[in-house]
Every structure is written in C-alpha cells, then in structure tokens.
C-alpha cells in the first residue's frame, strides 16, 4: 500500500535529531504588529511551530482558511532563529506585505542557529512546512526567502530532491557557495564540518551552489551589496544570479553593509511580493 506524504515524512524523520538545536520554549506566542495602513483579514499572532526540538512561526491571513494560498518560508540568518525574526521590525514589514497579497508566511527554525542549509536541517523544514501547510488552505505551491546563511537553505530546498517543491526563491545578502563559506573562517569552518558531519571540505555533492548548476534554470529575485564584507557578491549572488530563468528573475543592486536597514524598506518588500506575485500569476495562466 503507498504511504501517504505524512506518512513517508514521519518515516524518514523520526531517527534525526536536530544539530546543536535548543529546546522549545514555553514563552506565549508574540502578537506581530500590524503596518501602517494594512486592512482587515490578516491574523495578528504568530502560530508557534514545535518539530523535532525547533521552534517556527506561521502567519496567515484569515482569507487562507477559504481562498487557497501559497506559503512562503524564511530562512534566518546565521545564530539568530524563529524567535529573533518573529521580533524583528524588518521581518515583520516584509511579512506584513506578504500577508496583505494572500501569502502565508512560516519563518523558519532551519534546524537550529548554525546549521547552514544542512540536508539534516533541510529534513527538519520539510516536516515543519508540511505541518504548517496542514494548518490553512495551501494552494500546493511553497516558495522560499533566504537572508544571509538562510541563503544556503532556501537554495537547497529549490534544488531536484528536496522533499518539497519550491517555486521560486528570492535572496537577501545570501550565502550560495558553501564551500567558499567553509574556507572564509575557522568559526565557520567548524559550524559546517558539526553541521554537515564533515572531517574535510564540503565534496561539491553536498554545495547547492555547485548542485545549481546541474539544475533546470531557477526563477530567482536576488538583493545584494557589493559593499557587504560579510558575503562576497561576486562569489555568492553573482554566480548564482547567472544560472536564473530569464524573463522571471530580477537582480536588485543595493549599497551599504551586510542586512543593512535597505534590505527591510517598503519598497523591498513590495518588490519581494510582487516577485512572487508574478510566478503565481504565471502559474495559473499555464493552468488555464
């Protein structure tokens, strides 16, 4: 008899314990402001996400229990988590205009603060979206944000033989390059050799930029600084930005530091939304 998805996840899930994750806590979930302006129908309280030792958060908008809607995931940056996003003022603007165009929002644990879009983590987000797409009206269409090491993440999960598909995926300051991330740090380093159960340098089987490149063209929005000391532009978004479906994908030049305040403007995160806006229009116009 053929296992239903649950059914395989719960399977392929159950032995993995989640690398360097903390425990749940018990606080209350936040209640998530609302932005200036933003109209009625949305729920202003962030559903806790408990999966394998990880906490996320779910938004949706009220309509997303009657009009079916996609789900967009969050990856956070390196040693922040759930809980610093569903915090953040930036985040949550970003995820305000998401909600007002009809997307849920899961902002993701990643399997913990340092994992560095591990497949051990992927694993662990994978449960958590499908848990979260049980929650509302899911239209069966998941894209993904990346910001900074979430880069890493959100690439994966949008690469043949993620355990769930991914549409499109837009990157802020994002890490692509793996490899090039292990050799910048001792820090570094050591986080991904722990993350990835490593003794040596990442093989390119296990780098989603190197994995890119295999892959069918990728609908890609891609914000970056060539003033980010932090994250290389030319190795990191520059090389992943050449591998991207023409046509659907756009390539934001910004100024200033590593996730400096530019990265969460209105205006970003109208440009973010209308991104994945045009990959859902042109999805259902090939449905028709």
Same mark, same amino acid.
């Given at each position: ?38 109209? !009625? ?61 009809? $997307?849920?929002?899961?902002? #993701? ?11 051990? !983590?992927?694993?662990?987000? !994978? ?46 300051? !994002? ?59 030319? #190795? ?14 756009? $390539? ?22 209308? $991104? ?13």
């Amino acid at each position: 008899m053929q296992l239903s998805r649950r059914s395989l996840l719960l399977t392929l899930l159950l032995p993995w314990a989640p690398l360097g994750a903390q425990a749940a806590t018990t606080t209350p979930p936040p209640a998530v402001p609302a932005a200036p302006g933003a109209p !009625a129908g949305t729920v202003r309280t962030a559903q806790p996400l408990d999966v394998l030792g990880v906490r996320s958060y779910l938004l949706v908008p009220d309509r997303c229990q009657v009009i079916a809607c996609p789900l967009v995931i969050m990856s956070h940056p390196r040693a922040q988590d759930a809980d610093r996003m569903v915090r953040s003022p930036g985040i949550l603007a970003l995820s305000e205009t998401l909600l007002k165009a009809r $997307f849920a929002v899961l902002l #993701s644990g990643d399997g913990g603060p340092t994992t560095w879009g591990s497949p051990d !983590a992927l694993a662990q987000v !994978a449960q958590t979206q499908l848990e979260a797409t049980g929650r509302f009206k899911w239209n069966s269409r998941t894209y993904a944000v990346g910001l900074s090491m979430g880069g890493l993440m959100a690439l994966r999960s949008a690469l043949p033989g993620s355990p769930y598909p991914v549409h499109g995926l837009a990157l802020i300051d !994002a890490w692509t390059d793996l490899r090039g991330a292990w050799g910048t740090a001792v820090s570094r380093r050591t986080e991904i050799s722990t993350a990835y159960r490593l003794t040596g340098p990442p093989p390119a089987e296990l780098d989603p930029l190197q994995q890119a490149h295999l892959a069918p063209m990728l609908p890609l929005f891609v914000a970056a600084s060539p003033d980010d000391a932090t994250v290389p532009l030319r #190795s990191n978004s520059e090389r992943l930005y050449a591998l991207a479906q023409p046509g659907l994908s756009e $390539f934001v030049t910004l100024s200033g530091p590593h996730l400096g305040a530019n990265r969460f403007t209105p205006d970003m995160a109208r440009r973010i939304t209308s $991104f994945f806006q045009r990959l859902e229009l042109g999805t259902t116009a090939r449905k028709r």
